[in-house]
């Protein structure tokens, strides 16, 4: 699941997480520093660069990509363990790392969500308080081309209600685990 920064990913993600749909997190490593009420281990594993770039050339990523002049990355033992197990993973990555993922895994599941528009998008991201204006500037910049590639995922949800997109989420998820 992927979406540009403001869109809600994380408040879908965690609403999923908790359904009744037996979806188990992929954690993301990240080099930056943990927002207010993010947790180690529950959000985000926060490292340094030095490690991150240490566990990046050991092989220890599914994917990584450096977004908003920070490193994220999938951890591959979590994921491998969790496909072994028959498990369905949500990972929640941006477009960089969808592209590396499909090229692993074609057949997953690829869903993107989508502002119902710019402008709205840039409402969002001026409540949640954590950017500048040239942060929300360059957040939209990237936003606009997210959202123009979004035609390489398997569904685009637009976020207008969150209870209606956790809605169509939740459907999606739904008919592709059950077959």
Not at 74 to 88: A, C, F, G, Q
Not at 117 to 126: G, H, P, T, Y
Not at 139 to 168: C, F, G, H, P, T
Request: aromatic share 10%; glycine share 6%.
């Amino acid at each position: 699941m992927s979406a540009p920064s403001g869109c809600g990913k994380t408040t879908l993600e965690r609403m999923l997480i908790d359904s009744d749909l037996n979806l188990k997190k992929s954690i993301s490593v990240t080099t930056r520093k943990p927002r207010k009420g993010e947790e180690e281990g529950r959000d985000y594993y926060f490292i340094s660069e030095k490690e991150f770039f240490k566990r990046r050339d050991n092989g220890e990523f599914l994917e990584w990509a450096k977004v908003f002049g920070h490193y994220y990355a999938s951890p591959k033992d979590k994921i491998e363990r969790y496909l072994n197990e028959k498990k369905n993973i949500l990972l929640s990555i941006d477009i960089q790392g969808a592209k590396q993922i499909k090229k692993i895994y074609p057949d997953a599941v690829y869903i993107f969500i989508k502002p119902p528009s710019l402008k709205d998008l840039e409402a969002r991201l001026k409540a949640r308080g954590t950017d500048n204006k040239e942060d929300i500037e360059e957040r939209l910049k990237v936003a606009k081309e997210e959202i123009r590639q979004s035609k390489m995922y398997d569904y685009v949800v637009v976020n207008d209600k969150i209870d209606r997109a956790y809605q169509q989420l939740k459907e999606i998820i739904k008919n592709n685990i059950e077959g």
